[in-house]
């Protein structure tokens, strides 16, 4: 039995045959695994088929055997939380309030899209607005190194600049991740600062969202010696910790 791969089962499907020299009338294919486009390239998984030649059967003079067919599987359209989706996003544009309804409503379905449903919450402050995910399948969320769950941030970003009628400012949270990431946060300042001061060369940062950038931009601006600056395209913008040049 032979198992095949491809980025759809048609193109699995496909190879199994030419490599075998068989038609969809002469082999048996049965299904392993659909093909996942993932979540920005995360959860991606390729379709795998397996494709076996019809074993011979002898033709009695009074039946013959019937024909098999390629079972047909009806697959499901892939829920895809890519950034280009946020076209969707209301034509007109929205109060805070609004903005944040609608918005939940958009987290909902990319949790949902990633297989870890989650309520939505919101908690207001004076001068920013958390949306707490709250999932029995955090983890997903999140992502490793807060991958997942900063996509999810830069998502957010874009529906708010496309859908809202002012200027908010608004953070995605996944149970204490964002206050276990500040403590990191502040760690990774200040180990950049010491790299950049005893080598007297620019440190690179992690691709991280602007919040977090100008977190760090903030403990680092005391040290007179430390200047900071951002590079790159969003989402993988990163900042560059470098020595102040006198």
């Given amino acids: 039995m032979s ?19 068989l038609t969809k009338e002469t082999a048996s294919i049965r299904i392993v695994q659909e093909a996942k486009k993932g979540f920005l390239g995360f959860g991606k998984q390729v379709a795998i088929v397996e494709v076996t030649p019809h074993e011979q059967t002898v033709e ?49 379905e ?26 029995k399948q955090a983890g997903r969320l999140i992502g490793k190194h807060g991958r997942v769950l900063n996509a ?22 996944v149970g ?15 180990q950049a600062a010491r790299k950049a001061l005893d080598t007297q060369q620019p440190v690179f940062l992690e691709p991280m969202p602007a919040f977090e950038r100008k977190m760090i931009h903030g403990i680092l601006s005391a040290n007179k010696r430390i200047e900071t600056h951002s590079e790159g395209e969003e989402p993988h913008r990163y900042l560059v910790v470098s020595p102040r040049r006198s």
């Fill in 176 to 190: 204490d991740y964002r206050e276990r990431r500040e403590a990191t946060l502040g760690r990774m300042a200040k």
């Fill in 60 to 108: 009695s003079p009074v039946e013959t055997a019937p024909a098999v067919e390629v079972e047909k599987v009806e697959r499901p359209v892939p829920t895809t939380t890519e950034p280009q989706e946020v076209k969707d996003a209301p034509t007109e544009r929205l109060s805070e309030e609004e903005t944040l309804k609608a918005l939940a409503v958009y987290l909902t």
């Fill in 110 to 135: 990319i949790s949902q899209g990633l297989g870890a449903p989650a309520l939505v919450k919101i908690e207001r402050h004076s001068d920013h607005t958390v949306l707490h995910l709250e999932s």
């Fill in 3 to 21: 198992k095949y791969e491809g980025i759809s089962v048609e193109e699995a499907i496909a190879k199994g045959l030419k490599e075998q020299g």
């Fill in 152 to 173: 999810i941030q830069y998502l957010t970003q874009v529906f708010i600049h496309r859908t809202a009628d002012q200027r908010m400012s608004v953070v995605v949270n």
